[in-house]
Structures are given as C-alpha cells and as structure tokens.
DNA sequence: AGTTTGACCCGGACGC
DNA sequence: TGCGTCCGGGTCAAAC
C-alpha cells in the first residue's frame, strides 16, 4: 500500500510522462473518488495543464494552471497511462483525456481513493492538519518531545498520525521502530532524547532508501505498464519470519487496531 | 475541552 | 461453490 516513498515514486514518475499535459476531457466513472461536485470538478479542470507536481504527507498535489488537484491513493490507487485504443479495465474510476492522445487513469480496486480540487498555494504546510514533511527542519528532536509530551497511547499508534509527522504507514512505522530498537507498544511519552534522535534520524534513512528503490523498481515498469506505483521493500520485520539480527521469532501483534510486527529480543519497552 | 477510540468505505483473500 | 471474516488509510463521529 503507498505510503511516502511509493507516492513520491508516483509523482516523479507522473512529472516525466506528463508535465504540460492538457486536459480536454474527464470521465468519472465510479463518482465518490471524487469529493466535490462532478460538474464543478469537469468545469475546472477542463483546458487545464498539469504545471507543477508536489507531495504532501501521501497526498499528490498536481498543480494546475489556476487550480490544484488533490489525489490521495489510499490502499491501493493506482494511475495508468495508456493510449485511448486500450480497452478500460475493471477498476478503472477516472479517466481524463490528454491532448497528447494518451489518457490518465485512476484505477483503484479499493474505491477507497479520493480527489479534491483545492486553491492554488506557495505553501501547503497547513494542508490538512499535516504535521511536518519527515525530510524537513520542522521534524526535530524539540518538535517530537513537545509533541509526545504526555502521550500515553504507544508510540507506533503516534507514528501513524499523520498530524504527528506527515507519510508514514504501517509497513514503515514497523520498519522504523525496529530500526531503532524501540518496542511498538512503548508509551509515546517514554521516548527518550536518544531514541528521538534515533527516530528522526531512521524515518528519513529509511523512508529515503525506498525511495530509491522505488524509483529503481517503478523505471522497468513503466514502459509497459504505466504508473502502477508498485515498489520493492526490503523489509526487516514487518511481515518477516525471523529477526535479520538475532533470528528470534517475530511477533505479529495488534497495536491500535493494526497488525503489527516486532521482534521482542531487540526492541525494548522504555 | 481535548484526546482517544471505533465505524465506515470496499472487495480480494482466505478459512471452513 | 458459498458463505463469513479479516484487512486497512484517513475521516469523522462518538465516547472517554
């Protein structure tokens, strides 16, 4: 499922295939993808170009001549750029048009994805409640202890509010909290100044190296099968067997209603 | 009043 | 074949 670094894959992927693109049409096919009126949405977005491509949290933000379109993928959207003669697939929602012949499809088996039209900005830093980018200044050691100052819920739960910091999921906070040697379940207010450093230091390696693999692994895809967002992990314990440093057997557990693994020899509780 | 939990949206995968 | 159940990101309502 995408989180940061597959979204961002997807946006650099979509910037090479269609920058300067015009839409000249928009079928909507499966209507709650899209949040606001169709109308308005057809309205707005018709004769427009896809000028500029950003990412906030998992949130592809195209920016447009004089609007700009929000997509999120949620579980499992994905966006196809195919030529017109190709028959439409089953979960094909949205497709719109391009004067280049070719067309952008949103296609999503979930129907959980959403798109929104908002107000062109310089700065999408109060979008949607996000708390900071994980690449940015703002997500500092003093940011996290004032953050998770009296938080008791555990610290895997605080990882995946997007309000705490911005793109992680469920494979990462699993990945970064076994990077760090921290047990899932640890209250978020037990961290401490070393952990946090730790925490900080690990999202950004991590999140960064999938990146990499992701634009790696999405460039022999692409050719045939357009943007399927579709990335290698490597993963150390999140859906893993063994523990990669000391073999013993990962726990698979439920924290804050969502599957979770650990191994329970490296990561402490605090 | 602020924080936290849970239902919801979906359909594929899986177990019986 | 056919049910029933589980899973999950973000939102929003309800409960604490």
């Given at each position: 499922?995408?989180?940061?670094p597959e979204v961002q894959t997807v946006?650099d992927t979509?910037?090479?295939?269609?920058?300067?693109?015009?839409?000249?049409?928009?079928?909507?096919?499966?209507?709650?993808?899209?949040?606001?009126?169709?109308?308005?949405?057809?309205?707005?977005?018709?004769?427009?170009?896809?000028?500029?491509?950003?990412?906030?949290?998992?949130?592809?933000?195209?920016?447009?001549?004089?609007?700009?379109?929000?997509?999120?993928?949620?579980?499992?959207?994905?966006?196809?750029?195919?030529?017109?003669?190709?028959?439409?697939?089953?979960?094909?929602?949205?497709?719109?048009?391009?004067?280049?012949?070719?067309?952008?499809?949103?296609?999503?088996?979930?129907?959980?994805?959403?798109?929104?039209?908002?107000?062109?900005?310089?700065?999408?830093?109060?979008?949607?409640?996000?708390?900071?980018?994980?690449?940015?200044?703002?997500?500092?050691?003093?940011?996290?202890?004032?953050?998770?100052?009296?938080?008791?819920?555990?610290?895997?739960?605080?990882?995946?509010?997007?309000?705490?910091?911005?793109?992680?999921?469920?494979?990462?906070?699993?990945?970064?909290?076994?990077?760090?040697?921290?047990?899932?379940?640890?209250?978020?207010?037990?961290?401490?100044?070393?952990?946090?450093?730790?925490?900080?230091?690990?999202?950004?390696?991590?999140?960064?190296k999938a990146i990499k693999a992701g634009g790696t692994t999405i460039?022999?895809?692409?050719?045939?099968?357009?943007?399927?967002g579709r990335f290698q992990l490597?993963?150390?314990?999140?859906?893993?067997?063994?523990?990669?440093?000391?073999?013993?057997?990962?726990?698979?557990?439920?924290?804050?209603?969502?599957?979770?693994?650990?191994?329970?020899?490296?990561?402490?509780?605090?």
């Amino acid at each position: 499922m995408p989180e940061l670094p597959e979204v961002q894959t997807v946006l650099d992927t979509l910037e090479t295939k269609i920058k300067d693109c015009k839409i000249e049409k928009i079928k909507i096919i499966y209507k709650p993808i899209v949040s606001c009126n169709e109308t308005t949405f057809k309205r707005k977005l018709l004769n427009q170009h896809f000028r500029s491509f950003k990412r906030r949290g998992k949130y592809l933000l195209f920016e447009m001549d004089d609007i700009t379109l929000v997509s999120h993928l949620r579980m499992e959207g994905k966006y196809f750029i195919l030529d017109e003669s190709v028959p439409l697939s089953k979960h094909d929602h949205v497709i719109f048009y391009l004067d280049n012949g070719k067309q952008l499809r949103y296609n999503d088996v979930r129907k959980f994805g959403r798109m929104e039209l908002i107000e062109k900005k310089d700065d999408y830093s109060d979008f949607k409640d996000l708390g900071p980018e994980p690449f940015s200044d703002k997500f500092s050691v003093s940011y996290c202890k004032e953050y998770l100052k009296d938080k008791k819920g555990p610290i895997k739960q605080t990882l995946l509010d997007q309000s705490f910091v911005a793109g992680i999921g469920n494979i990462y906070a699993d990945e970064i909290l076994f990077a760090i040697k921290v047990d899932p379940r640890t209250p978020s207010d037990k961290l401490n100044d070393q952990d946090l450093k730790n925490l900080i230091r690990s999202t950004r390696t991590i999140l960064k190296k999938a990146i990499k693999a992701g634009g790696t692994t999405i460039r022999s895809y692409t050719s045939s099968l357009g943007v399927t967002g579709r990335f290698q992990l490597s993963l150390k314990v999140h859906t893993m067997k063994n523990c990669p440093e000391c073999g013993a057997e990962i726990i698979k557990t439920v924290v804050g209603s969502r599957g979770t693994y650990y191994c329970p020899v490296c990561q402490k509780g605090r």
